[in-house]
């Protein structure tokens, strides 16, 4: 239940709510407005947008209720900034990659159980603070998958659960009643959140801030709504070493597909029509499927064309994938005042029989 007030993310005053009862759009399910603020914020499917920047849902919304928004909140408007430096792309393609995989058992190659292992175990180190834990917000949500998972691991918490994508507003209602309303969809970037600083006891950024303009620039602009006496952070973004760090055959097969993807399919994919992405990926998928995805791995009886149509966006349509080295990620949470626990490389490599990849940390505030 939300226990938290939104507020501006433009002008910072606190919102009020007023809802709508029409029959017009049954997914409209109201506005944030402020009297100190002349923006207002739509609610569609129960998810509030909190977009800084016109989006086609957006302005579509305000053309369909504008006469009661001027009746509650005279001279209102549709919030009319301008999006982060690439954000406009990372929006679509997200939202197609999402929006194609829907509400699947998968989220990349995790099965619910093993993404409940992976972020209790693996990464939040079983820390027994989690049950005293009473807001998280997750940043980069997807559909929600990563949500539903921490609502099962901060077992006493309120999940709010953010991204920029659009189908988090697709799986918006569904994701609360499916939660017992323990998780609350929003979509937003993680530049302009709708929250105080200092709100949260724990952040759960996992595989998000390397997709935006700048990872250090994302981690600042999260960090700093960890609360400052209890509060924790969990931030896993792609290690250069990963890709850059790795000697012999393997090495080189990883560079080679690393310019693949950045240098050539990331510049073009990201920018193209919708049309031309989806039908590359298609090309793609139809042979990497039937040869290679669908005879390998764990869950290859639960793999679906879909999921590696996912995975294949997830590689090469991204605009934004940037790689760090360890020290200065490390770096980044030490100057923020964070004690760290570094992934569990050796139990996760037991578990699910493959290498450990990216910066893992988890980072608590120390009273
Ligand atoms: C690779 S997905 C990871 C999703 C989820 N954390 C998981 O692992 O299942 C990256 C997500 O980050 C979101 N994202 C990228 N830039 C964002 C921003 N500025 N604000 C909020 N979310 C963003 C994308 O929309 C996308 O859903």
Redesign the pocket.
């Known amino acids: 239940m939300n226990n938290i007030a939104y507020i501006c993310p433009i002008t910072k005053v606190k919102l009020d709510y007023h809802a709508i009862s029409n029959k017009i759009n049954l997914d409209d399910s109201g506005f944030y407005y402020a009297d100190k603020s002349p923006y207002v914020y739509p609610v569609i499917n129960q998810t509030p947008i909190f977009f800084v920047f016109p989006t086609k849902i957006t302005q579509s919304f305000f053309v369909r209720n504008s006469e009661l928004i001027q009746k509650i909140k005279k001279g209102g408007i549709c919030p009319d900034k301008s999006p982060?430096k690439g954000?406009a792309s990372?929006?679509t393609t997200?939202?197609e990659?999402?929006t194609n995989l829907g509400d699947d058992e998968l989220?990349?190659t995790y099965t619910h159980d093993d993404l409940i292992y992976l972020h209790k175990s693996v990464w939040l180190h079983d820390d027994p603070t989690i049950t005293k834990k009473i807001n998280v917000l997750?940043?980069?949500?997807?559909f929600g998958?990563?949500a539903m998972v921490l609502s099962d691991i901060f077992s006493n918490a309120t999940i709010y659960a953010?991204?920029?994508?659009l189908?988090?507003v697709k799986a918006g209602k569904n994701l609360i009643e499916k939660s017992g309303s323990k998780v609350i969809p929003i979509a937003?970037?993680?530049?302009h959140l709708p929250f105080g600083e200092d709100t949260f006891c724990h952040i759960h950024?996992?595989?998000?801030?390397h997709?935006?303009y700048s990872t250090q620039d994302?981690y600042k602009a999260i960090s700093r709504h960890v609360n400052p006496k209890l509060g924790s952070i969990f931030f896993w973004v792609y290690a250069w070493e990963d890709s850059m760090g790795m000697p012999g055959f393997r090495g080189a097969l990883i560079r080679m597909y690393w310019f693949l993807s950045h240098r050539l399919l990331r510049p073009i994919l990201s920018r193209a029509p919708s049309s031309v992405r989806a039908f590359t990926i298609f090309t793609m998928a139809v042979p990497y499927h039937f040869l290679v995805s669908k005879r390998r791995g764990r869950l290859r009886d639960k793999w679906k064309f879909k999921n590696t149509m996912h995975g294949l966006r997830?590689m090469f349509t991204?605009q934004y994938a940037h790689q760090h080295r360890w020290n200065e990620v490390i770096g980044w949470l030490q100057e923020s005042g964070f004690e760290m626990q570094v992934q569990k490389k050796h139990d996760f490599e037991k578990k699910f029989s493959q290498r450990m990849l990216g910066i893992g940390l988890f980072g608590k505030r120390v009273a």
Do not use: K, M, R, Y
Request: with cysteine.
């Open positions: 982060e954000e990372v929006q997200f939202t990659q999402w989220s990349f997750n940043i980069g949500c997807g998958l990563e953010i991204d920029l994508n189908s988090v937003a970037s993680l530049f950024c996992q595989g998000v801030a997709h935006t994302a997830d991204p």
